[in-house]
């Protein structure tokens, strides 16, 4: 199994993919490796001592502080914050830990930039200060801004930083010893670069020491190897009793406990969590509650503009339950064909415009028509009118709900009774927020319907909704025709595609959302050159033709 595992990473790694993996089962560890690189230059591989980020994987950290608390009798779960702060505003004296740690306190998500300059009472009185989405304890809506209230309260608590007592009473009795934000001595460790498309962010430790828009939320760092020591730490009793341990994995909303997310699986029940960043960057972390099974996935570059370990996550637990997962095949060192060679712009046969730029050893095409995604992301779609269809219906949900009709949005929902009222509230809190800055809205349109990073078996539109002086891109995420998700997404998003080469005249690209394989085949002229692509796709081939 291990062997299969590695089979898919070492595959899909020349395609995009670039972190670190450990699975764990039945008490042994069947697979801790590094794919693809840490740096890009000079060139250094990630392996499995690479330091990573654990993204918002750093909430379980926060919430485990807490119960330690409780178990030591400093608080209690059902404590409010007038205990802890002072000069709380009226409306939310009564908020309690159990309501922050659930998503359940209405307060808004984050503070401010990750990175951006803020001081812990700052933070907590930014939290505090603004509008609340909703009465206390009504609804779920994830907060940033409520994890690091919670790390404010460990310190206030305790009488220690928050990274000095998650190392003194969690990380060290576990023989945790490079996860933190700055303590452990990474000296003579390597921490991987994060990379977003095209853009260099470097490390973390070169940027201003985390700010409390961070501190006890989001992009602690840690290694495959420390969060295997975490699963075995929260398996044994080690750090929290059986008490605490059944609070925290006890969900309060939907599936969310107190920083896990706990899921039915073939394994029984999973608690995990999974975390990214604008930076690249991104983490899942889950375990079995019933069994011995650890999953752990960094990834240190994204993927079409989106974290990338959640497709990674997804389909390593389809590989574990037997299921088939479509691996590329091997491809050449770029020799046989000179990616210049093909560059240029492309028309298919029904019009829709392809363009092919060189890349080293490979290719990258892209293209912003329907007709191309379902091209490259889709192949084996005979037509493109499910995804026209996606679109027809998105765009009118969003054109509609911009003049207060919310009806067509409404009847597209998969749950709607439960989900509406909350992502009616969303929608409209960012029009009215967009509009201080860009003026009127006047209408939507859809960008076009993707593959999903969240699971294979999803897609996303994409709508752009135009201001008088801007946009804004929201994502609809569909599963069965229906929506089950909406969020916000970058608005001229367009589809971009590797390709490296398999044979003297084919190219393989592979989609790692989709897991699906691309072929193309050139086209030559009786002079040898590339005059158009031959795609493998449905009942008969698409042919696109060169036209610079």
Not at 188 to 200: K, L, N
Not at 369 to 391: K, Y
Not at 512 to 528: F, P
């Amino acid at each position: 199994l291990g062997q299969e595992i590695d089979g898919y990473l070492n595959g899909i790694t020349p395609f995009g993919f670039s972190g670190t993996v450990l699975i764990a089962r039945d008490g042994k560890v069947i697979l801790n490796k590094g794919y693809g690189l840490a740096i890009d230059s000079p060139a250094v591989r990630n392996t499995a001592s690479t330091i990573l980020s654990c993204g918002s994987v750093t909430k379980q950290f926060t919430a485990a502080a807490i119960m330690k608390l409780q178990m030591q009798g400093k608080l209690k779960t059902s404590d409010s914050l007038a205990l802890f702060f002072d000069d709380v505003p009226v409306d939310k004296r009564g908020i309690t830990l159990r309501q922050l740690l659930s998503h359940t306190a209405g307060l808004i998500d984050f503070t401010g930039e990750d990175y951006g300059p803020m001081e812990r009472d700052d933070a907590v009185r930014k939290a505090l200060g603004e509008p609340l989405r909703f009465l206390p304890g009504t609804d779920y809506a994830y907060s940033n801004a409520g994890y690091s209230v919670l790390a404010a309260v460990i310190e206030r608590v305790s009488g220690e930083g928050y990274e000095d007592f998650l190392y003194e009473n969690l990380f060290a009795p576990a023989g945790i010893t490079v996860t933190g934000y700055r303590r452990p001595n990474w000296e003579d460790r390597v921490v991987a670069h994060w990379y977003a498309g095209e853009r260099d962010f470097g490390t973390p430790l070169e940027k201003p020491y985390p700010s409390w828009n961070l501190v006890g939320n989001g992009d602690m760092l840690s290694t495959t190897a420390d969060m295997f020591r975490w699963h075995l730490a929260l398996a044994n009793g080690s750090i929290l009793d059986s008490a605490a341990m059944r609070e925290m994995y006890a969900p309060v909303v939907d599936d969310y406990g107190y920083g896990w997310r706990v899921v039915d699986s073939p394994w029984g029940r999973l608690a995990g969590h999974g975390g990214g960043s604008d930076f690249g960057s991104s983490c899942q972390f889950w375990r079995g509650l019933d069994s011995s099974l650890a999953i752990v996935v960094f990834c240190n570059r994204d993927y079409g503009s989106e974290a990338l370990a959640g497709i990674i996550w997804e389909n390593l637990r389809l590989i574990l339950t037997g299921a088939s997962v479509e691996v590329p095949p091997a491809v050449m060192n770029g020799a046989a064909i000179h990616p210049g060679s093909i560059a240029g712009n492309y028309r298919l046969d029904s019009g829709a415009e392809l363009a092919v730029a060189a890349a080293p050893g490979s290719v990258i095409m892209t293209g912003t028509d329907q007709r191309v995604i379902d091209l490259l992301c889709f192949p084996g779609i005979v037509s493109a009118d499910s995804h026209a269809v996606l679109n027809r219906l998105a765009a009118e949900a969003a054109n509609a709900a911009i003049k207060g009709n919310w009806e067509p949005l409404r009847s597209l929902l998969s749950d709607r009774e439960r989900r509406f009222l909350r992502i009616k509230a969303f929608v409209e809190a960012v029009l009215s927020s967009e509009s201080i800055d860009f003026g009127a809205v006047l209408s939507a349109r859809s960008v076009g319907t993707f593959p999903s990073n969240y699971r294979s078996a999803l897609v996303e539109t994409i709508v752009t909704v135009d201001f008088e002086r801007g946009s804004r891109g929201f994502r609809l995420i569909w599963e069965d025709n229906q929506v089950v998700g909406l969020g916000l997404a970058d608005g001229a998003r367009s589809i971009r595609l590797l390709f490296l080469p398999d044979a003297s005249d084919q190219l393989i690209g592979y989609h790692l959302a989709d897991g699906k394989v691309v072929r193309a085949r050139l086209s030559r002229g009786a002079d040898g050159r590339v005059e158009g692509l031959v795609f493998e796709s449905g009942i008969s081939p698409i042919r696109a033709t060169r036209v610079q």
